[in-house]
């Protein structure tokens, strides 16, 4: 298992580096002036411009550039916002819980529903609830997700009134972060209001981000259950006289659910790219929002340090979700 | 003494592949409604201009934000209603089906091209052809697709052409991963080697001899490909970065209209519905495509 886990992150190696030059690269072609960019509309004399261009090592040739930033990134300095001028890792460790607390919310929406919904449908193949649940699911699964949240936002905040419409909380409640997942710090302050407030604000953008995981797991729980359920130890399991009950907990499940737990993981990397819409509409102060406006206000270095720290996440997720599989399947290992 | 063997009747004569595509295919209703409503869809385009009552851009300055014709404030001449500055919500619906459509196909065709010359490089030659192109392919999929698209538009600068270039190499990683993962499972098969002893060269090998082999696959993902290319374009429209207005490309009618949605919530769900039939089509018939396509499943 050992040499399995290293061989793994070996193979990352590569990729990560290419990562790291793709983020880099990406950056030096977009359109305009990086200095220009900060100086804003008061623009900047030539000679400032001169000294600000030494300063952030602008003047040195492309490769050089790439082993300082490279350099930096690995000391755990990714860089100054050209916006805020604060660290770009301090603004990231301050945005990422609000995205993490949606897409475990979405998630948690997305298994508890998915699931479920999968094993009958496949315990009751052909019959009404399969045909109507794999409808559903398509459904979601061919949904425009910014469309979807409009549509929430005009059922249950314009008509019914019953979410906010956007944010994270209610601005009447200032709480000092302590976790940075807003349902945990109200919960941990005792402000049972602010915590009612937090879970309003929460519930239409997690039902949004976790449609499409939904409508995933929903197929794929029941394909990978039809499957079980043909096999021969499940057959056997009915002959021996065991409750239908039993066969399904017991034997088909527990082997239904180990792809299952694969397309979980794979999600996550989904969720995080899917959070960049549901974080648009809804306002949601987390990394999706931020990557998208630091692109309209060309902070390059946002940009360049988000997509890197973006894509690291997802890698690193992967790699579990694959180690994970490795565990519970040993089949995996041995090829 | 010799019994006499009847010649048996065969009935059944031998049956044409794509007839049999076809009858796994239309077994399944759902693909037969997609297919359906796709061919609608396509009809729609290309007559647009003689199906849709109005040209999508005029605007009438007395009917603005007008809702569908059945509301009470309503007006008979626009059946669904007009957006904030009095164009006809159908008719630009009507003509966006050719925007839709049209990117869909090209950004399929696109990643198509490339994925498959990619993945049929790296499985047929292996070694270091494989390594390299395949970890810039992880390296694509790497980032969550929808931003480096955003990143590339930003780069390539905003509009239709240049999300549809994004799109497409988003998503052409998964064509390469699929095309060089069916390469490499029938490049030691015996029909491969038989053509090869008979002279065949590689480029011969692999687009004639072998590819059309792995087609299956193949026509699947590009069907989910299509479907994702109309819902990632659209949401870079929504964003601002894909066709910029006053195109009638259904997600950026949606961004126009999203500051209306409390006061005309009907400018918001015709063209967000027209997205969702659509791809809902064109995944039902990538479902019917796996079933009728995939023989693992055909024979259970």
Known sequence: MLNFVLRRIALLIPTIIGISICAFAFVRVLPGDPILAMAGQHGVSPERYEVLREQFGYNLPIWQQYFNYLGSVLQGNFGNSLATKRPVITEFMTLFPATVELAFCALFFAVIIGIPAGIFAAIKRGSWFDQAAMGVALTGYSMPIFWWGLLLIIFFSGYLGWTPVSGRIALSFFLRPITGFMLIDTLLYGNWPAFVSALRHLILPAIVLGTIPLAVIARQTRSAMLEVLGEDYVRTAKAKGMSPRRVVNVHALRNALIPVITTIGLQIGLLLGGAILTETIFTWPGIGKWMIDSIFKRDYVVVQSGLLIIALIVMAVNLIVDLLYALINPRIRVK | ?300
Request: hydrophobic share 55%; aromatic share 10%; with cysteine.
């Open chain 2, 1 to 300: 003494m010799t019994i006499p063997v009847e010649p048996v009747a065969t009935t059944t004569k031998p049956i044409s592949g794509l007839r049999e595509f076809w009858y796994y295919f239309s077994v399944n209703r759902g693909a037969l409604i997609g297919l359906t409503v796709f061919a609608i869809l396509v009809l729609m385009a290309i007559f647009a201009p003689l199906i849709a009552p109005y040209s999508p851009d005029i605007q009438y300055r007395d009917a603005l934000l007008k809702p569908p014709s059945w509301d009470i404030n309503g007006d008979p001449r626009f059946f669904l209603g007009t957006d904030p500055v009095g164009r006809d919500i159908l008719s630009r619906l009507i003509h966006g089906a050719r925007y839709s459509l049209f990117i869909g196909f090209f950004v399929v065709v696109g990643a198509l091209f490339v994925g498959v010359i990619l993945g049929a490089l790296a499985g047929y030659f292996g070694g270091w052809v494989d390594v390299v192109i395949m970890r810039i392919m992880d390296i694509i999929l790497a980032f969550p697709s929808l931003l480096l698209a955003l990143v590339l538009v930003a780069i390539l600068g905003p509009g239709l052409f240049n999300a549809m270039i994004a799109i497409a190499i988003v998503l052409q990683p998964h064509f390469a991963r699929l095309v060089r993962a069916a390469v490499m499972a029938e490049k030691n098969r015996e029909y491969v080697t038989a053509a090869k002893l008979s002279g065949a060269g590689h480029l011969r090998l692999m687009l004639v001899t072998i590819l059309p082999n792995c087609l299956g696959p193949i026509i699947v993902q590009a069907t989910l490909s299509f479907s994702n290319a109309i819902l990632d374009a659209a949401a870079l429209g929504f964003l601002g970065m894909g066709a910029q207005p006053p195109t009638p490309e259904w997600g950026t009618m949606l961004a126009t209209a999203r500051e209306f949605i409390l006061k005309a919530p009907w400018v918001v769900t015709f063209p967000g519905l027209a997205i969702l039939i659509t791809v809902l089509a064109i995944n039902l018939i990538g479902d019917g495509l796996r079933d009728a396509l995939d023989p693992k499943l055909k024979r259970s």
